[in-house]
């Protein structure tokens, strides 16, 4: 357990046990009781569980602190038109019920004091649509409200009353201020944090439990199976000619297709089932309490009758259905990916069989398994016949319109000419450990290039390289990175290493040694796909990362979707606040351009300046960039309609 985890779990216990808070020693004058109020408030902010625990502490903190007999925290909800009531605290009166629950947020601007209480009584009855007076209590006297910030952006308001008349204490009003002004900064950050963690656990298009989650679904599941003496199908689905609908009418429809394939499916299922989206077009039920195989078949049955009627998408008449291959735990198995694989492997062979077909997994459907032996072997070949390549992309920074750095990709070019996706092979080379010589070539050869073009350009560009969850568990793979570095020439902080959130976390005690080697020899540390795995701050601060990537899947949609715009929005933040650069994947339009460059999101990759290209090509490409040839740069300035 790292050393912050071991301090929340430490303060948690603390919270529990009713120690004294930080601070709590400190007696007298208004500026200590700021000062233990500013400690409290940032020790709550670390412990708390998530945003209602850290408001509830609030307004019981500051209700008792400065003896007011009411204290209750409004949010603005969703819409943006009301504020909603999420914490209350009184004195044991019950007052707190009598509150009103939602507040417009057009009357936050009337803020302040409430001294002359009657008066505003008197008034409200005069001017109904005053309406702060619904949330005067009968015994309050004075009160004021003190209005959350965010920078420029109101996002709540506290709500204190006193039974005493009179105005507040001067530095009383100080003290509420800077409350709240800490208190707004820390719900924002603990909401992003939320959100983050949503995004790692459930799907952004259709809400429903994602791959990673899936599994630890699944072993619930079995567990549960185990003590009941019952079985629990996994049920595989694959929806026939999705790619002909993403192809026919665009990705728009084929997103509304599978929100509305996870609304039908959610429909006609149990409460016990649980149905989770691995990707793409592919989806797969947990169904929990299977007394018999006719248990399972009454499940995929009904899923076929689900599929039967149309689908009415933007004017369009969309007929789809599905291919299910259904595994039984334990009988066909115990293992989680073990189950999946079978499942898998009977979904193909119910898309033999042709549409709104479902196949029981048998002994001998696993054809896919000779094809990854297949593959394997020719791999193999590859590596000695020189088949694999490295592909180069360009990594623009905002600022200047610079080229700063590449990231390599490899490529294997079959015999006959055509490029393998990497899609079909380095899956194959992670689970039989090819991957390490192929990652040693890929590493060596693209330090090798990136040394060539720093003689060629006399510019020192950074070379990115992915390095897969086997590269980093090889006990070598440090010593590997720095021999290679030695050989080639190149510096180390030329060199970027990129890993996924889920290859940090796997191991996590020994990754953060083998990377901090590396980091403090120089080498940079980057999180690739930012977002699509558990995103927690606790890893930012835990690992020596350089860099994160936002993921393309969060950039495709921008400037169309806010919702994905505000969560880019929220990881560039998060990442400039932990003095990270922040890299967004998949810039495709000058739109797209245009917002990360209005966000100072620090550089951006994709189709918009480059295709990943040859080492030859990629060349040329820097030539226009980084020689006496600026036309490059004012094409692209002029593509981007003067946003560089």
């Known amino acids: ?42 020790y709550e902010a670390t412990i708390a569980e998530n945003v209602d625990e850290l408001i509830q502490w609030a307004v019981d903190m500051i209700r008792r602190r400065f003896g007011f007999h009411y204290v209750g925290l409004f949010l603005v909800g969703p819409g943006g038109d009301e504020a909603i009531l999420r914490a209350t605290s009184d004195d044991g009166c019950g007052c707190a019920l009598q509150v009103r629950r939602s507040f417009p947020v057009s009357q936050l601007g009337i803020l302040g004091y409430l001294t002359g209480v009657r008066q505003h009584r008197a008034e409200h009855a005069r001017n109904p649509s005053n309406r702060i007076d619904s949330l005067l209590l009968p015994e309050t006297r004075s009160a004021m409200i003190i209005p959350l910030k965010f920078g420029d952006r109101i996002i709540g308001a506290l709500d204190v009353q006193r039974k005493e008349s009179g105005e507040f204490d001067e530095q009383d009003e100080v003290a509420l201020q800077a409350m709240a002004d800490q208190l707004a900064v820390a719900i924002e950050r603990k909401e992003t944090e939320e959100q983050l963690t949503k995004m790692a656990k459930y799907d952004y298009l259709t809400g429903l439990p994602n791959r990673s989650q899936f599994h630890l679904l699944a072993e619930e599941a079995f567990a ?13 689905i694959d929806l026939d000619n ?13 997103d509304q297709l599978l929100q509305m394939t996870a609304a039908r499916m959610k429909g006609c299922l149990r409460k016990t089932d649980t149905i989770c989206r691995l990707g793409g077009d592919e989806f797969i039920i947990i169904a929990e309490g299977i007394k018999s195989m006719q248990d399972a078949k009454v499940v995929a049955e009904k899923l076929i009758q689900m599929f039967a009627p149309a689908y009415e998408i933007q004017g369009h008449e969309i007929f789809t259905a599905p291919s299910i291959g259904v595994a039984i735990f334990p009988t066909d198995g115990q293992d989680t990916d073990q189950l999946l ?10 898309k033999k069989d042709g549409a709104c077909s479902y196949r029981f997994y048998e002994i001998g459907m696993n054809a896919h398994i000779a ?69 040693e070539w890929v590493l060596r050869t693209a330090c090798q290039q990136a040394k ?18 086997r590269q980093l568990r090889d006990p070598k793979f440090s010593q590997t990175v720095m021999n290679i570095l030695s050989q080639t020439g190149l510096e180390a902080e030329c060199l970027e290493l990129e890993f996924t959130e889920n290859v940090l976390i796997e191991h996590d ?7 901090n080697q590396l980091k403090d020899r120089g ?25 994160i990537k936002i993921d393309h899947s969060f950039v495709r949609d921008i400037p169309n979707m806010p919702r994905d715009a505000s969560l880019a929005c929220a990881i560039i933040a998060m990442g400039h606040m932990l003095r990270l650069r922040v890299i967004a994947e998949g810039v495709e339009t000058a739109e797209q351009l245009t917002f990360f460059r209005s966000q100072n999101c620090d550089a951006v990759q994709g189709y918009f300046f480059s295709e990943p290209l040859p080492a030859d090509l990629m060349t040329e490409f820097m030539g226009d960039f980084l020689s006496e040839k600026p036309q490059a740069k004012a094409a692209l300035h002029a593509r981007s309609g003067g946003s560089m």
């Open 341 to 350: 694989s079978f499942a898998d492997s009977a979904m193909y062979s119910a």
């Open 242 to 254: 999705f790619k002909m609908v993403n192809d026919s009418f665009g990705h728009a429809v084929g």
């Open 1 to 42: 357990m790292s050393l912050l985890a071991r301090f929340v779990a430490w303060a948690r216990a603390r919270k529990r046990s009713g120690a004294r808070p930080f601070g709590s020693h400190l007696q007298g004058d208004n500026y200590a009781r700021q000062l233990q109020a500013a400690a409290e408030m940032a």
């Open 452 to 469: 060539r073009w720093h003689l060629k350009w006399g510019k020192n560009i950074r070379v990115a390289v992915n390095i897969s969850p």
């Open 224 to 236: 549960r199976a185990r003590r009941t003496e019952q079985m629990v199908a996994l049920l595989f």
């Open 509 to 515: 005690q020994a990754n953060v040694l083998v990377l």
């Open 523 to 547: 080498v940079r540390i980057a999180m690739d796909d930012f977002g699509t795995g558990y995103s927690s701050l606790s890893y930012l601060k835990r690992f020596p990362i350089d860099t």
């Open 371 to 439: 094809q990854r032996i297949t593959i394997t072997e020719k791999m193999k070949r590859a590596i000695q016949d020189q088949e694999f390549e490295v592909f180069y992309q360009p990594q623009i920074e905002l600022s200047s319109g610079d080229l700063v750095a590449v990231e390599a990709l490899i490529r294997w070019r079959h015999p006959d000419g055509e490029l393998v996706p990497p899609g079909q092979f380095i899956p194959v080379a992670e689970s039989t450990g090819l991957i390490i010589p192929i990652g």
